[in-house]
């Protein structure tokens, strides 16, 4: 059974960076498309970025592109995503999720609904 757990989360001020984890169990990380969602209060979950079965495609919404960065350890079958100058908008829950039936080479952030596995999420919250 795939199973995904989110780490890494924390107090962050505007500027900073953190580094999620994505710990991946049950499936290979090269199996499937793999990606990062967030969602902050009141607001409806949106795409961060995405990364193909064979990590050759990434993907990034537009509010986070050239600040945050998406990874992957085969070894340890673990995802990441490195986030750096944090804003407070980027305050939320971060999902990570698996679309199981991605085909090779594709992943996208467009459609949460693509991803059929979830992790319970990790928050990410700013202080003043």
């Known amino acids: 059974q795939l199973q995904l757990v989110e780490s890494g989360g924390g107090l962050v001020q505007p500027g900073g960076s953190l580094r999620l984890s994505c710990a991946v169990s049950?499936?290979?990380?090269?199996?499937?498309?793999i990606g990062w969602f967030r969602q902050a209060p009141g607001k409806e979950r949106e795409g961060v970025s995405c990364?193909?079965?064979?990590?050759?495609?990434?993907n990034y919404g537009d509010p986070v592109k050239g600040r945050f960065v998406i990874s992957r350890d085969i070894d340890m079958n673990t995802m990441y995503l490195q986030m750096s100058s944090l804003q407070p908008e980027d305050t939320g829950i971060y999902y990570c999720?698996?679309?199981?039936?991605?085909?090779?080479?594709?992943?996208?952030?467009?459609?949460?609904?693509?991803?059929?596995?979830w992790g319970q999420g990790t928050q990410v919250t700013f202080s003043s």
């Open positions: 999720a698996a679309d199981v039936v991605a085909d090779n080479n594709i992943c996208s952030v467009l459609v949460a609904n693509d991803y059929s596995n």
């Open positions: 049950g499936w290979p990380l090269n199996a499937f498309a």
């Open positions: 990364i193909s079965n064979n990590g050759r495609t990434t």
